[in-house]
């Protein structure tokens, strides 16, 4: 004799009633507390230690644009006055929520001045680099002050 699936539910409702209950009695009134020092922090749309240290690294140069929830920084072009016939320009992208050494992406154009026109010249991937790890480097000292508060 065959037993259609009909017959069977109210069997499979009381099966199912106790361990329903058991799942939703674990997760209690209390929650757990945000753990602001996580390395995985995105009020911002992107990880807010690398934001901040990029926000850091690149505020000696004018901004064009900071998009937080895009997690891109555009600076301007920049001089230093001991070689004001150089010239920068910066742009960092946050890529990820988490705190990861891929997470941040730098782009760097220079310029130089002859004889009165600004010309394209090459900028060292080192000097590229070398803003990723400064990057890294405050983002990882802003989660650790995090973690002592």
């Known amino acids: ?67 937080s929830a895009g997690g891109v920084i555009v600076t301007d072009w920049y001089s230093r006055a001991e070689n004001p016939n150089e010239r920068v320009k910066m742009t960092v992208t946050v890529l990820d929520t988490d705190l990861r050494a891929d997470a941040v992406r ?6 130089v001045n002859q004889g009165g026109q600004w010309t394209d010249a090459p900028v060292q991937a080192a ?5 990723e790890d400064i990057i890294l480097t405050k983002a ?8 002592a508060s």
């Open 1 to 67: 004799m065959r037993v259609s699936i009909l017959n069977r539910r109210p069997v499979l409702i009381a099966s199912l009633v106790p361990a329903i209950a058991a799942v939703t009695a674990c997760g209690g009134s209390d929650r757990p507390r945000a753990d602001l020092a996580a390395s995985q922090v995105s009020t911002i749309g992107v990880n807010s230690y690398l934001w901040r240290a990029s926000l850091e690294t690149v505020s000696f140069a004018p901004l064009l644009q900071a998009d």
């Open 106 to 111: 730098v782009a760097a154009s220079r310029q």
């Open 127 to 131: 000097t590229v680099q070398k803003l």
């Open 140 to 147: 990882r000292e802003l989660r650790r002050q995090a973690i």
